[in-house]
């Protein structure tokens, strides 16, 4: 008997390699982190970020990359495919100053990367990633611990629609779950329709199981939405709004990084007060931020933390960089590698959404 994800992985790979055979060989280890730090730059003139890192085979079929560039949106998503080897890997992340603006002109011999302590055999390519398109789930919790924070779930995710959407090429979908999930409104970048998707959201609790499957509903969107886009070529993330319980959920927590992972999307989650001091569910929300990305804020009061808030989100996945290399000692043996990435001075944080194994032949 497969284990859950494998059986959902499985049928997954069946339909890439219905679509495309020519590319069964290939995949990608997309390196997903979240480490965001430095501290004072006055200190310190070598920043360092140590990751810890998950890797995740994936195809595409795209064209290959090769050297330094940067892109703009007025370039198709598809500019931001890409194809590589089982032996290469590719690492994703976000620079910024001390005023928490992007820093988009580092150049690659302004930094050390090295991979389980040893520098890597071979850098492949090195490119800046410009206003990426945003693609964004909201999933939005409307179990019973929930019941007295659906009116101002409802308004908070419809401000964040309407503020973070605002380009052309942007899309978000809309996602309740209590016991079961249900999308309320598909992908779209109609701002009105996704208010309303929110609306039906908040309103309407038709199953009448009880119990929370956050997991669930998690993996099911990073499967099912993230997992069909051109995830490469677009800034991908769930805006969770939940207390992080979960009592009915047959996933995992590795089971939803390995498929948010999979699918190139970061979680931010916006923390409801737990109703418990044993309670698990900001320890589960900031697992699954940490692990894909991501970041976890408490429930904003007012509009200036919700501006804040957006302007690190969309900064964090319209400008990254994407840096592709060969390990020195990469041995197919499913061990657990680690990043560490210094930078120059003038940087003062850099998140890195995270990492990976070694793939088994």
Not at 65 to 91: K, M, N, W
Not at 112 to 128: E, H, V
Not at 216 to 242: E, K
Not at 303 to 323: G, M, P, S, V
Request: glycine fraction near 6%.
């Amino acid at each position: 008997m497969r284990s859950f994800l494998q059986r959902e992985n499985l049928n997954f790979k069946k339909s890439i390699v219905g679509q495309k055979a020519t590319i069964q060989k290939i995949r990608l280890f997309d390196i997903q982190a979240h480490c965001l730090y430095f501290g004072d730059m006055r200190a310190m003139h070598q920043p360092q970020i140590t990751c810890s890192l998950i890797a995740l085979a994936i195809f595409f079929n795209a064209p290959r990359i090769d050297s330094q560039t940067t892109f703009t949106e007025q370039q198709s998503a598809q500019s931001y495919g890409l194809r590589v080897s089982v032996d290469e890997v590719v690492l994703t992340f976000h620079a910024a100053d001390a005023h928490g603006l992007p820093i988009n002109d580092l150049k690659l011999d302004e930094l050390t990367l090295s991979d389980n302590g040893k520098p890597p055999r071979k850098i492949l390519a090195f490119q800046s990633l410009q206003d990426l398109p945003l693609r964004a789930g909201i999933l939005i919790d409307t179990s019973d611990s929930m019941a007295q924070d659906f009116s101002s779930d409802a308004v908070i995710s419809t401000k964040y629609i309407e503020r973070l959407l605002h380009r052309p090429m942007d899309q978000a979908f809309i996602l309740k779950f209590g016991a079961l999930s249900e999308i309320t409104q598909p992908w779209t970048s109609d701002k009105n329709a996704l208010a309303a998707g929110i609306r039906r959201s908040a309103a309407t609790r038709a199953s009448q199981l009880r119990g929370t499957a956050l997991l669930n509903a998690i993996y099911q969107a990073c499967l099912n939405q993230f997992g069909h886009i051109d995830h490469p070529g677009t800034g991908n993330f769930i805006l969770l709004f939940s207390d992080g319980e979960d009592n009915a959920s047959n996933a995992t927590l590795k089971n939803v990084v390995d498929a948010c992972q999979h699918a190139n999307t970061a979680i931010y989650a916006f923390r409801a007060s737990p109703k418990s001091s044993f309670s698990t569910g900001p320890k589960t929300l900031a697992d699954l931020a940490s692990e894909t990305g991501g970041g976890v804020f408490n429930i904003p009061d007012s509009d200036e933390e919700i501006d804040t808030e957006l302007a690190t989100i969309e900064a964090n996945l319209r400008y990254q960089y994407r840096l592709i290399y060969r390990p020195g000692d990469l041995v197919p043996d499913g061990t657990f590698h680690r990043i560490a990435l210094k930078a120059p001075e003038r940087v003062a944080t850099i998140a890195i959404r995270s990492g990976y194994y070694a793939p088994f032949r």
